[in-house]
Every structure is written in C-alpha cells, then in structure tokens.
C-alpha cells in the first residue's frame, strides 16, 4: 500500500505521558499489588482455618469418659448401618444416669437410670458389657438399646446383631429386632431384707419376660396419655396379670383422664393378688378413684375398707376416707361409730378435723 | 587485534550475570511506560483515562513476570503483546458499550503540531476503524502507524503471520474505501 500522508497522520499522536501522570499509574498499581497481597492473605488465612477445623471433625473421636455427662441427644433411635470402631453410648431419656464402669477398661457402662443406646464393634478380648443392677448385658457385636426399668429389671432392643443378657451364671441371648425384658428374680430376693436365719437364696436365673408393651415403656416414662393410646390400640389383650402391670395400667387410664377404665385393673390386683402387699395401695386407689371421680361412694367405702390392714401405712388415711364415703353414701351412723374409732386410735390424727364433720362428732 | 581480546572478555564477563539478574520493576517503568502509553493512544485513537488503565494493567500484570524476563530489550516484545491484548479488551468493551448505550462521541484525537484540517482528517480516519474489527484495527496500527515488521505484528497478536496479513489487508481496504483519496 502507499504509505501517503493520510495514513501517516495517526503516527502524529503523542499522548500527554508527564511524570505525574506516570506516578499516578504506578501508585495505582501499588495499590492494587497491596489488594491482591492482602486477598492471598486472607485467602491462605481461611484455607488453613479450614483445613484445621476439617481435620479436627474428621480426626476428633469420642471419649468414652466423656460420654456419662453428655447429655441426651434424642430420645429417637437413629439407625447407623455400620458401627465404629470405638464404642459409643447416647442417653435417650433426660434422666437417664449412664457412668462408665472404672474396671471395664472403655468398654463397659453401668446404667443407674433410664435407658441409652450402645453402638459397638464386637471384640472378643475385650467384650463391651452394659450392667444393670445384677444383669450384664454383653454385646456380640451390635447396636442395642438399653432400658432399667427397676433395680432387678431391664429391657433389651437389638437394633443389628446379637447380645447376651448375663446374670451370675445365667444367661440369655437375643438377635436383631428382637426386644425383650429380663430380671433376675434370685438377686431380687437377695436384695430385700430377710432375717439372718432366712434360707439362702437360690442361684439367680435371668429371666426372660417377654417383649414389654410399648404402652408400658411409656407408662414408665410418665407419658400416660400417649400409653393410654397404645393401650387402647393393641390387638391382644396387652396386660398380663401381674401386679405391677394392673397397678401401671389403672394409673395409665387415671393419669390419662379415663378413670372408669382404671376400676377393672384395680379390682383384678384385689380379686386375684390379694396377697401382694402392693394389694393395699390398689384398695386405696380404688376407693379415692370412686369416691372422688367416679361418685359411687358407697362402693369407695368398701374399697377404703379393704385397703385398711392393720397397722399399715395406709390404715389411718383409709379409715378417714371410709368415714367419708359412707358419709356421702348418706350412712351416717356408720360414719358416726367409725369416727369414734378414729378417735380412739388416732387421738392426734391428721385427719381428725374431716373425721370430725363427715362423722358428726 | 592483539589489544582487542581481553577487552571483549572483560566486557562479556560483566555482562553475562547483569543479563541473567531479575529485571527492576522501577528501571521497566520507567524506561517504557511512555512508550506503552503512546502506543496504546495511538491504537485507541484518544489520550484518556483508557490509555492509563492499560499502562496500569500492562505493567500489574508485568510484574510478577520480572523474574520470567532477563533483560529490558526482551521485555519490549513481551509488553507489546499485553499492550495489544489489553487494548484490544479495552476496544471491545467501548464496541458494547456504542452498541447498548449508543454511545458515538469521538474524543479529540491528541495529535501534536498538525492543522485543524489534518485534525479532521485523523478524527474521520479513527471514525473508520470504530467500524472495523478490533483485531484488525491494532495489527493495521501495528504495521503501518508503529511501523512494526509483519513478523513483529504476528507476535504480537499472537496468530500467525498469514492472519496478520490479512487482517492488516483487510482494515487496509475498508480505509480506503471509506476514505478514499483521503
């Protein structure tokens, strides 16, 4: 091309390039160099901030001494499909008492109250043992839930694996998805107060009780309305003739607002373990249950009547309330002679003030 | 020739570690700062706040590179390819912005010692290349404004030497065209 004037003219450009100018160019590049230093700072700054907190999660293990005081996480059982190499413990109710047991080396708990779930990796030098009481249970490699329902008694869920429930030379065994409750009735024996000349107690057996209702977890653990549900919603007769189970099934229908539905399962632990020295306490329980919710205080002065043994705990209070009843039932002469009776045995009684109006002294 | 030798020898020796050592950022600064300057005026067609946004960002992007370049001649080729690079980001950003913003003003071309006709002349030929390619417009002034050889002009685009003829032909033709006898 012809290289003519008019393409000549752009090489007449000559920008104002001063010192000043120049020196502003090069303090904003220093500006910009300090930037990106102080961005590589804090970049390298928050990489090893995060890196430190990743390998503190991920190399952070759980202390087994620590794991008494933690507190509930849930009182829902997650399930982890594979268990870890250290054993870990969670507490599922808020009362639950879990300590490490000194001699067990980390691998053993001894569960004073409530319940908590183990996830363990069976080792057979060092077996994993949960104690309650004088039941052991002992793992085979597993994740299980434990639950102390009384000094003697406890109840086991096997999530995954099996366990053996030891007590002395007994023992029992139970696999996945399988619960159970077992007690050691030798040792309970053992436990009370038998005079010295008492025969010896026979070898303790761990005994297995069957699968505990849900409706009775739940009555344990004070939750009487959703019990009473479970109670309700249960296909097979759900309470065994037992007096425990009576007395937690007529508190489960009281405590859960259906009162009625208590009197059954008060009149069975009189009518069939009238021996049982809880058998009083359910005569009691009757009678208030008559007299003050069900208004049938005629039948409540029976209950009251029975629930008076001799020399019992509950003789004063029963008799009161008999004199009561029988006084609402409209029989006051009776009230009036039991009265007197109250006044004679218990001349400073707690309840002479009502004894004395219901009775007409 | 006898007194010749060691002289040669003597400057070789001084020389050879000067030409390894790491160039100083302040000597590069200044020796071609201006020269930038003048180069990315020249293909920008103005003297504004552009034309230091591309010394600045030509020599930020310079220096951690010093290390990289062992003597001040080497780095002349080095700054013009990031001159062209930057230059050419800065035409297209300015082609956008006449696009959406329809932004057509022309800024007074900073052309020293010429008349008011020739000023004219240079506003109506910046006009021409706003309308051709970047890439074509810098290896034009490249070739013919700077006076770079084709092989310089080639490196500096970073194509080959055959793309860099033809983009110099073609901003060549559509100049002529649109200028005409000039």
Known sequence: MDEGPLFALPGRIQPQWTERRAAQVRAAIERRVRRRRAARWAM???????????????????????????????????????????????????????????????????????????????????????????????????????????????????????????????????????????????????????????????????????????????????RYREAYDSLRGASEPPVRDETHELLLAADTARLSGHSGEAVPYLRRVLVRHGNDPRAHLAAFTLGRVLLDELARPAEAAEAFERARAPRGPLAEDALAREIEAWARAGDAQRAHGMALEYQRSYPQGRRMRAVAKFGGL | ????????????????????????????????????????????????????????????????????????????????????????????????????????????????????????????????????DPKSRIAWILRYVEGERLEEVADACRCSLATAKRRIAAAQKFLMEVLGDG
């Open chain 2, 1 to 132: 020739m006898m007194a010749f030798r060691p002289k040669l020898e003597l400057v070789h020796s001084v020389v050879k570690p000067l030409a390894s050592a790491p160039l100083d950022f302040d000597s590069l600064f200044e020796r071609y700062a201006g020269h930038v300057a003048r180069v990315a005026a020249r293909m920008l067609g103005r003297d504004d706040a552009d034309v230091d946004d591309v010394v600045q960002e030509v020599f930020f992007t310079a220096l951690p590179r010093l290390g990289r370049i062992h003597s001040e001649e080497a780095a002349r080729p080095w700054l013009m390819t990031v001159t062209v690079r930057t230059v050419h980001r800065v035409l297209r950003r300015r082609k956008w912005r006449r696009l959406l913003l329809g932004d057509s003003s022309v800024a007074d071309v900073p052309a020293t010692g010429v008349t008011a006709e020739q000023r004219a002349l240079l506003a109506r030929i910046y006009r021409a290349l706003d309308e051709i």
């Open chain 1, 44 to 222: 390298a700054t928050s990489s090893l901030i995060l890196a430190g907190y990743l390998g503190f999660v991920l190399l952070a293990r759980p202390n087994p001494a620590e794991l008494a005081i933690r507190k509930p996480a849930s009182a829902e059982i997650s399930r982890t499909p594979s268990t870890p190499a250290e054993p870990t413990a969670t507490p599922l109710t808020a009362d639950t008492e879990l300590v490490v047991d000194p001699q067990g080396a980390g691998r053993a708990f001894v569960l004073r109250r409530g319940s908590a779930r183990f996830v363990v990796t069976h080792d057979e030098r060092r077996p994993f043992r949960v104690r309650v009481g004088p039941l052991v249970v002992e793992d085979l490699g597993t994740i299980f839930s434990v639950a102390r329902l009384s000094e003697h008694e406890l109840n086991v869920a096997v999530e995954e694996g099996h366990v053996a429930v030891l007590c002395e030379d007994s023992r029992a065994e139970i696999g996945r998805g399988q619960q159970r409750t077992f007690t050691c009735p030798a040792a309970e024996e053992h436990a009370r107060d038998t005079p010295a000349s008492a025969p010896a107690p026979t070898t303790p057996k761990v005994v297995d009780r069957q699968a505990a209702p849900a409706w009775r977890m739940l009555a344990e653990r004070g």
